[in-house]
């Protein structure tokens, strides 16, 4: 046993506590901050959040979903690190001439983990150096990591002192005194600056990841409601104003427990279209420094204006986060711009005062499509709430399809009815920043849905808004399915038969409301597999979805720096399908749009369906 | 720097117009009412000129009780205070009695500038802003596209004309100006504005005690719906039935290149 | 009856809106006892004008204006109506008349219909037509005493121009100076823009075609018909195509052989700036879109659907 002197180890317990003690100062320094965010960590749900932890912490779920290889190998380096921690531990026992192991325990914990794991955490950093310096690709950003560059070498290092380590021990050499000492030290300060460099970098991941994800919501997008009481007093309206300026607690710790990988840029739909947009900067990185240098979290005010708007609010960024960022803030930010700083762009404008004026957003005083339909009495099983795309025809067939749903539910002897004084759930407003807009229609409905138990609806956007947000403001007492939930309830109680004589090439857009912002995937497939006999995934389907464009108010947005109206439609093209099924009224009018200008001149066009259509074509 | 904008309820564009039963006019039911849009550029260039200078804008509107709507927009967006002249209605009112009927409410107000939108999209006469400025006899501009304010005395601006042609100006203060539409964007009202509304001052009146006059020297005799000078000729058709007829029209009746 | 036409002067000729304004006048003296009494004030025009058929070209002594100049103009006005004992004004509408006519009808305190389509004297009863709703309907006006009367370029047509030399007179009119308003330069902003009145063809890009991304269906429909592209004014606003494309009041004035319009509403603005055209064709989803009023061929349908089709017909 080589033998550290007094001197060594008051050095050693120096370091120690330094280390230790600038880690500790970091972090706090850190959570002060996180602490003056808005509102409250939520600790509901805590068996759920805990197996979430354990998915996509300890299993790195999410790493290696989105980049196979390179996750894989990250996850060598972090099992590594978890393996290597009784190690550790057990290495500086032995500076105080102490031991963690017995030398039995030593040799075969050794042999069975640490050798194998160092050379595994050697390739998987050395492959993530590889990539990160070698192939720089442009999600990893443009200027080179010297932390990362940092930490790549003493991972190396450590794990190459360590094999020299386990040698000694698995073939019982004794190297002098000075060359254990060295690569012993070398090993240990590497550690030691280590815990100086992680609250201080990126790296900080390392520490916030578990406890970030444990406090990730479980709605998807989770934005703050903004009651807005047109009779209450200034100092109320000022409280709400200041707030709106500020992140919350969740929001801040998203901020540290960054990790700068860039998956949320890359699946961003309006980053893909040649946008502005960069959801890692603009509604991260870029308020890094504004909370650190100001000490304080009321940082709103920085995001990037433009970029602001051109994001569809699909939460595809959020979905993809392995760290359990919530990253999307185009709420927050248009919320600032349209409340308190009076900067709407001009074609939201009229977007507002026709929500305001007429109850909808096209202005219109008549609806073609609800002077079809039987108005709901108190009697029938459904209200209809047709939502405003169909009721003035956004896109002028989608009319067909709300049909296709009504034959539907006649087959299935199912009532339904619609009502005279349906106005726009105020999606449109809510997504755009014009809460008090939002929140007089939210009122009014509220009022006209007082005695209404369910409600069936073939719009998500609506779905969500009636269901989730709405109830973010009141409680209420309906509830709200999309028409696609009930389809599948209704083919799985055998309540309407379905034939499947579709052999069209047939393919899913799932809409990101429907998949991600209400969990459901499995429904729509119901229907479809029990009416194609030719179905294929799109490469990036369900809660994977790539929006289509139009959400976030960006259906009405009329000059868009990017085309990300046609990314989504290039990929149906692209997989060669005849037809193409979706299950949200915007999402067909997308792809109709975006299917006709870039289908090519040989190719027939691709036929666009609601769920509906393919099941009420399909009835028996 | 006082300044009034002058602003005016109209119907929308997106509003049924239907003409009333004796030909006279048009059906005022089920119309939709909203800012005349070429007044809120107007008041946008006000409370823009008001933020440079430090000054106090002013909304005039005359008109029925419903134009109590523009003025709340306005006072929203910033603008501090408001007259609001009511008569029943404006239909058969020429403008120059609706300029002697405003110019006898603000002549006492000493305002530096007096603004408008270019034209109400309603009647489109396009003229009492340019009324006002002979009644108060200020120097005046119409179709102004920019706006400089220089020392107390002067303004500078520049009206459109025609073809893609500007001109520059410069005109001794008070003024009126006609506001061009696309001289700016219009802000919408903040939440604080909104909130503010109820506490800003409104100024009501009636035309009747204001000397309106209910003989424009002209009557209208009749609404009706344009007569079509020529024969529209309406192509029918799926897609490709469309595409088909106008191929032949191109090629064999325009005989395009 | 005495009709006062305000001759407006460009590029030291005679404006041809005047000329249709003269036209009206004539119209109405033709059937009736009319005076006509054009009045320039830029005496470059006088003998252009003495060869047109009126009773007496006027002008004032003092008076040699190039350009305009509002204050001036108002009060050469004002005088010479009062002067003459006149009872009606005529004059085109335009931009320059927009800019101080209205102040002649309250100084004079007569009233003025302005942008008109249409004047008809039956009965010394003056009826005059003018748009009202963005010439979605039309206003007949009948005039109870004197008046100011602008018309809409192209409500006349200058063939109708009736030459005959007539006599001409110099008013000594004494005139105040002011100095309340002082013109600049005139300047253009679009450098090098595009001359689109000197076109054969032209396919018209209105806010129907959707998506700035959608121009080059249109751009493939015109280099197949060797056609220029021109805009409505929302287009240019919006930033989609630059300044010089624009046709309208405040744009170009163009009467191409073709006028494809695509997706364009058709607001008087616009009409102006190409009614006269010899042939127009318009797409459009709504049916009542006022451009159909002058389409010789009306479309209604989706621009979008239609144009890639119609280019590859071609």
Same mark, same amino acid.
């Given at each position: ?155 190396? %290092? ?209 609806? %073609? ?175 994977? %979805? ?32 005849? %037809? ?41 | ?257 | ?77 004002? +005088? ?130 959707? +998506? ?103």
């Amino acid at each position: 046993m080589v033998y550290f002197n007094y001197i060594e180890q008051i050095l050693m317990s120096l370091l120690i506590l330094v280390c230790i003690g600038s880690f500790c100062f970091e972090i706090t320094k850190r959570f002060r901050i996180v602490f003056k965010g808005e509102g409250s960590l939520p600790f509901d749900n805590i068996p759920s959040r805990l197996w979430r932890v354990f998915e996509e912490f300890l299993l790195q779920k999410k790493v290696l979903q989105q980049r196979f290889i390179p996750g894989l190998m990250h996850a060598f380096v972090f099992w590594g690190f978890i393996a290597f921690a009784l190690i550790t531990i057990d290495h500086f026992f032995r500076g105080y001439n102490s031991a963690l192991f017995t030398d039995n325990t030593r040799y075969f914990y050794s042999l069975a983990f640490g050798i194998p794991w160092s050379f595994l955490v050697l390739i998987g950093i050395l492959y993530l150096a590889y990539r990160r310096f070698y192939i720089r690709p442009k999600y990893l950003g443009e200027k080179i990591s010297y932390t990362s560059g940092i930490v790549a070498i003493f991972i190396s %290092t450590l794990m190459i002192t360590y094999m020299i380590d386990a040698y000694w021990i698995v073939y019982d050499s004794h190297p002098s005194a000075l060359t254990f000492k060295i690569n012993w030290w070398i090993h240990a300060i590497l550690i030691l600056l280590f815990l100086f460099l992680i609250p201080r970098s990126k790296h900080l991941h390392l520490v916030l990841s578990p406890i970030n994800i444990f406090f990730k919501s479980f709605d998807n997008p989770n934005h703050r409601a903004v009651p807005i009481d047109m009779e209450g007093d200034e100092e109320e309206l000022e409280k709400l104003l200041t707030g709106m300026g500020k992140l919350t607690k969740s929001q801040t710790l998203d901020i540290f427990s960054c990790v700068e990988c860039g998956r949320c840029t890359e699946v961003c739909p309006a980053n893909r279209g040649g946008g502005v947009l960069d959801p890692k900067h603009n509604f991260i990185l870029d308020l890094k420094n504004p909370i650190m240098d100001t000490n304080n979290v009321d940082v709103i005010g920085n995001i990037n204006v433009e970029a602001g708007w051109e994001c569809t609010s699909c939460q595809a960024c959020t979905e993809a986060c392995p760290v359990g960022n919530e990253v999307e803030k185009a709420d927050e930010t248009r919320n600032l711009q349209v409340l308190v700083e009076g900067n709407v762009p001009q074609e939201y404008q009229k977007l507002f005062m026709n929500l305001q004026t007429t109850g909808n957003t096209e202005g219109a005083t008549s609806s %073609t499509l609800s002077e079809k339909l039987p108005i709901y009495d108190g009697t029938q099983d459904f209200v209809l709430w047709l939502g405003g795309f169909s009721k003035y025809a956004l896109d002028p067939k989608y009319g067909e399809s709300v049909i296709s749903l009504t034959k539907i539910l006649d087959k299935a002897k199912i009532t339904y009815g619609i009502l005279a004084k349906e106005k726009c759930t105020g999606e449109p407003a809510n997504k755009l920043g014009d809460k008090l807009t939002y929140n007089m229609l939210m009122q009014e409905n509220l009022e006209t849905l007082k005695e209404v138990k369910k409600i069936i609806t073939m719009c998500p956007h609506c779905s969500i808004n009636l269901g989730t947000e709405y109830a973010k403001y009141e409680k209420i007492e309906y509830e709200v399915y999309h028409h696609t939930e009930v389809i599948e309830d209704l083919i799985k109680n055998k309540k309407i038969t379905v034939n499947k004589n579709n052999n069209d090439k047939v393919t899913f857009h799932d809409p990101c409301n429907l998949s991600r912002g209400m969990n459901v995937t499995k429904a729509p497939r119901t229907a479809i597999n029990a009416s194609c006999s030719d179905f294929k995934e799109l490469d990036e389907n369900g809660k994977n %979805t790539l929006c289509c464009g139009a959400g976030g108010g960006l259906w009405w947005k009329k000059e868009t720096v990017g085309k990300t109206h046609l990314v989504r439609a290039e990929q149906v093209i692209e997989s060669g399908s005849d %037809t193409v099924v979706t299950g949200c009224s915007f999402c067909y009018g997308m792809m109709n749009q975006g299917l006709g200008p870039l289908t090519p001149q040989d190719q027939e066009p691709i036929k666009v369906k609601d769920v509906a259509d393919i099941v009420a074509e399909n009835l028996s | 720097m006082k300044i009034c904008v002058l602003m005016k309820q109209v119907a929308s564009e997106d509003s049924p117009l239907k003409i009333n039963s004796n030909g006279s006019g048009i059906d005022e039911t089920n119309l939709n009412l909203i800012t005349n849009e070429p007044d809120t550029y107007a008041l946008e260039e006000a409370l823009l000129i008001k933020e440079k200078t430090s000054g106090e804008v002013t909304i005039c509107t005359l008109g029925p009780d419903s134009s109590q709507q523009v003025i709340k927009d306005g006072l929203a967006k910033g603008a501090d205070k408001a007259i609001h002249i009511t008569i029943e209605n404006l239909k058969n009112v020429s403008p120059l009695s609706m300029g002697k009927v405003i110019y006898n409410k603000i002549k006492d107000e000493n305002f530096d500038l007096v603004l408008s939108g270019l034209q109400s999209n309603d009647y489109g006469h396009a003229q009492l802003g340019i009324i006002i400025s002979e009644y108060l006899n200020y120097s005046h501009a119409s179709l102004v596209i920019g706006t400089e304010v220089n020392e107390e005395n002067s303004l500078k601006i520049k009206r459109e004309l025609e073809n893609g042609w500007f001109q520059s100006a410069e005109l001794t203060l008070p003024a009126c100006l006609s506001i061009q539409s696309g001289i700016n964007q219009p802000r919408y009202a903040t939440l604080k504005g909104i909130m503010s509304v109820k506490n800003k001052p409104v100024d009501k009146c009636e035309a009747k005690e204001l000397g309106i006059s209910e003989d424009s020297g002209y009557k209208v005799e009749e609404v009706f719906l344009p007569k079509k000078a020529k024969e529209t000729q309406i192509l029918d058709g799926s897609t490709d039935e469309i595409v088909n007829q106008l191929t032949d029209i191109l090629k064999n009746k325009i005989k395009v290149g | 009856m005495k009709i006062l036409v305000l001759i407006e002067s460009i590029n030291n000729k005679i404006h041809p809106v005047s000329i249709e304004a003269l036209v009206a006048a004539q119209n109405i003296a033709s059937e009736n006892s009319v005076e006509i009494y054009p009045l320039c004030l830029n005496k470059n025009l006088i003998d252009d004008l003495s060869k047109f058929k009126c009773t007496k070209v006027l002008n004032v002594e003092s008076l040699d204006l190039k350009n305009y100049e509002p204050m001036t103009y108002l009060d050469a006005a004002e +005088k010479v109506f009062k002067a003459m004992d006149a009872d009606l004004i005529m004059l085109g509408h335009t931009y320059e008349t927009r800019d101080w006519a209205p102040r002649l009808s309250a100084r004079l305190d007569i009233p003025f219909l302005s942008d008109c389509i249409n004047i008809n004297l039956s009965d010394s009863k003056l009826i005059i037509n003018r748009p009202i709703y963005q010439a979605k309907l039309i206003q007949k006006i009948a005039l109870s005493d004197k008046g100011l009367v602008s018309f809409q370029a192209g409500s006349f047509s200058s063939e109708n121009l009736i030459h005959e030399n007539s006599p001409s007179e110099s008013l000594s009119i004494e005139l105040n100076s002011y100095d309340s308003i002082k013109q600049g330069e005139r300047f253009q902003e679009s450098a090098g823009g595009v001359d689109l009145t000197a076109s054969d063809f032209i396919v018209s890009i209105g806010r129907g075609l959707g +998506k700035e991304e959608n121009i080059p269906l249109a751009q493939n429909l015109a280099d197949k018909i060797n056609a220029q592209i021109g805009a409505s004014r929302p287009v240019v606003d919006a930033g989609w195509l630059d300044h010089s494309r624009q046709i309208g009041s405040s744009g170009q004035v163009v009467s191409p052989k073709l006028y494809f319009s695509l997706g364009i509403s058709g607001a008087i603005q616009h009409l102006v700036g190409m009614k006269g055209s010899k042939q127009i064709i318009a797409i459009n989803k709504d049916p009542n879109a006022p451009i159909f009023e002058i389409a010789d061929y009306a479309v209604i349908g989706d621009v979008l659907e239609i144009l890639p089709k119609l280019t590859e017909n071609l």
